[in-house]
């Protein structure tokens, strides 16, 4: 079978290299001139596989009024003439509620934790090297309150096979030395061993190119997607600037501009950019060697090399990339608060990105209405945590296997 995935993210070029695996012909569009050039070029490096809380929960609902108009909150969601917005961000309040928080949780730990069983694959079958470190994360907390809700959120998952170790201050020290210089006072933590880092960018350029010697894969680099055909129900030819190229089944996976594209086929997807900032600075003998997520401010630490990878926040903006300096000075503020004796100024490079974030959380897997047209998009911040796994789902469903966990939750339809 011939299959056309549209976008060479992380998400993208792990469907691209498992169907290749599984002897499938694969082509890829892509407008840049090589993979992993948007979303996955910069980002916090997490693999978070028990990473299970929805970004739209009760806690951060009673806080939305408040950083609403702040540069520095770990979220903006300014009010704007944005119809698409507006939407979403309904939708978002909707599933605030304690029940909807609990059931978008179990859909991402079922995805998270079947994604770390398929970067098993991946590793093993690939030989990838991604500065990969598989020491766990360890969360750390300031206040007490969301320390004692953090706490209850990691009893939840422990019940789905997730388990985690409830630190007090001199056990996260235990855990990261570079933690007894810190800034400012940790009340406590939270170390989940499943978790990893990597370098994103490193993995999605590496398995490209194994993608091509392996599998004969072909990449559309510096393309861009004028329309996708269709005629009776089936995806017939998708036309680029470059010229028109067709298959037997096709993938979105174009991130954020998915719902751009999807919109004339008659498919609507609550898919908005959620923008993401990240810096990095060189790595000293100060530098944190295990992942860190700092909860107060929402931005994570992932060693890479010698590289610190400092990434978060979400800002609501539309398709605007630019990088805005207000919201980069919050996150080295607080590098600098937590890691004191690292003496970090000016970052060596910044960046900013679009993570393409659905209301409730999960992804979109699956089938369309077109008998030839799959989902796989929608990943918000957790892409690099979710392309193993979503892969293999992806896979599955276009083979007309049984998918190895359930997709309830993950489907167009629950929209």
Request: a neutral charge; one cysteine or more.
């Amino acid at each position: 079978m011939k299959i056309v995935i549209l976008g060479a993210g992380v998400v993208g070029v792990s469907a691209a290299y498992l169907l290749g695996a599984r002897g499938h012909e694969v082509e890829v569009i892509e407008r840049n001139d090589s993979s992993g050039k948007e979303t996955s070029f910069a980002n916090g490096g997490q693999l978070s596989f028990c990473h299970a809380e929805p970004w739209a929960n009760p806690a951060v609902f009673a806080k939305i009024v408040k950083w609403m108009f702040k540069d520095d909150a770990p979220l903006v969601m300014r009010p704007r003439a944005d119809m698409e917005m507006i939407k979403w961000g309904l939708r978002f309040i909707a599933n605030c509620s304690e029940s909807r928080t609990q059931a978008n949780s179990v859909n991402l730990l079922r995805l998270g934790l079947y994604s770390k069983k398929k970067m098993e694959w991946f590793r093993n079958f690939s030989g990838v090297k991604f500065d990969n470190l598989r020491e766990g994360i360890l969360h750390i907390f300031a206040d007490e309150k969301e320390f004692d809700n953090a706490v209850k959120q990691a009893k939840f998952q422990d019940k789905f096979g997730c388990p985690s170790d409830v630190a007090d201050y001199k056990r996260c020290i235990q855990y990261e030395p570079a933690l007894e210089h810190a800034g400012k006072p940790i009340k406590g933590g939270i170390f989940q061993s499943l978790d990893e880092s990597g370098d994103v960018f490193t993995f999605t350029q590496e398995l490209a190119k194994l993608c091509v010697s392996e599998h004969k894969t072909i990449f559309r680099y510096n393309s861009d997607i004028q329309s996708i055909n269709s005629a009776k129900g089936n995806i017939t030819s998708v036309t680029t600037d470059k010229g028109v190229i067709s298959g037997d089944a096709y993938i979105m996976s174009l991130g954020s501009y998915s719902p751009i594209y999807l919109r004339p086929l008659g498919i609507k997807v609550p898919i908005y950019p959620m923008k993401g900032y990240s810096v990095t600075f060189p790595a000293n003998h100060y530098t944190p060697k295990m992942s860190l997520t700092d909860t107060e401010h929402k931005i994570v630490y992932s060693r890479l090399g010698n590289h610190l990878r400092i990434a978060g926040t979400a800002e609501f903006s539309g398709h605007n990339t630019g990088i805005r300096p207000e919201r980069i000075a919050p996150i080295v503020k607080a590098v600098q608060a937590l890691l004191p004796k690292c003496e970090y100024g000016s970052p060596e490079s910044e960046w900013a990105c679009l993570r393409p974030s659905t209301p409730d959380g999960p992804p979109i897997i699956g089938k369309t209405k077109y008998s030839n047209l799959y989902m796989n998009t929608g990943h918000g911040t957790l892409g690099w945590t979710q392309a193993a796994g979503s892969a293999a789902l992806i896979a599955d469903v276009i083979e007309g296997r049984p998918t190895e966990i359930s997709l309830d939750g993950m489907g167009v339809d629950r929209f």
